[in-house]
């Protein structure tokens, strides 16, 4: 059973206003991911971390920050909250062992700024 | 350019009937393909994954056929029951860095 908790789950906040989405894994994951989805959108990678202090960009650009001090912790921070940020932020996480490429996903947060 | 496309925004199916869903991709250095499944307000959950070395994968009520010359996947389940109404996505991944790349999601609705 895949252990990955986001919180908080739901998030109403106003512009400008400084935010942290945390995620935490307890399955000892070397890789985690944040993604942004939009309804009937494909998920979008937007942070990715293949190990401690190692972080990098996804794809989709994003004025989120992250951090990967510790193995299971990947927190996503927004500096400065604005309505075009308002998406559901998933957290998910892999490992690198055999040929199985799949990644267990947390709850999700859904973030909408006003 | 979307490299993996899930032409179907919803599908509607009858109870008990099968249930078909596509995915179409560009990219020919994919060589891993996964489905999930997503519920409103939750994250993502694996269903079944198949690689590019085979054509088939079972688990269950689920079947996966993957077609490599047509860049096309389908997603069988067999037989369809109310819990299967969500947004089924398809990712495909070459591998090499461990990123998934996703579709856009199908809603799948099973009518009682």
């Known amino acids: 059973e895949a252990d990955i908790y986001q919180t908080p789950r739901y998030l109403v906040i106003g512009t400008g206003k400084k935010i942290t989405l945390e995620c935490s894994q307890t399955m000892g994951h070397d890789k985690m991911y944040w993604y942004q989805q939009d309804p009937g959108m494909e998920l979008h990678l937007i942070h990715y971390?293949?190990?401690?202090?190692?972080?990098e960009k996804g794809d989709l650009s994003s004025e989120s920050t992250v951090s990967r001090i510790r193995t299971e912790h990947f927190p996503l921070t927004l500096e400065s909250a604005r309505p075009s940020h308002t998406s559901q932020y998933l957290c998910?996480?892999?490992?690198?062992?055999?040929?199985?490429?799949?990644?267990?996903f947390g709850p999700g947060t859904r973030l909408t700024v006003t | 350019d979307q490299q993996v496309k899930q032409n179907s925004p919803s599908l509607s199916v009858q109870e008990g009937r099968i249930s078909i869903l596509n995915c179409d991709y560009t990219n020919s250095m994919f060589d891993y393909f996964l489905w999930y499944k997503k519920y409103p307000a939750e994250g993502p959950t694996f269903l079944i994954s198949i690689s590019s070395i085979k054509d088939k994968n079972e688990d269950g009520r689920f079947t996966v056929f993957l077609n490599k010359s047509a860049k096309h996947l389908s997603l069988h389940i067999v037989p369809s029951q109310p819990g299967d109404s969500a947004v089924y996505f398809c990712a495909a991944t070459p591998g090499s860095n461990y990123q998934l790349i996703w579709g856009a999601g199908t809603k799948l609705i099973i009518k009682p």
């Open positions: 971390s293949y190990g401690v202090n190692s972080t």
């Open positions: 998910a996480s892999s490992e690198s062992r055999g040929v199985t490429y799949e990644q267990y």
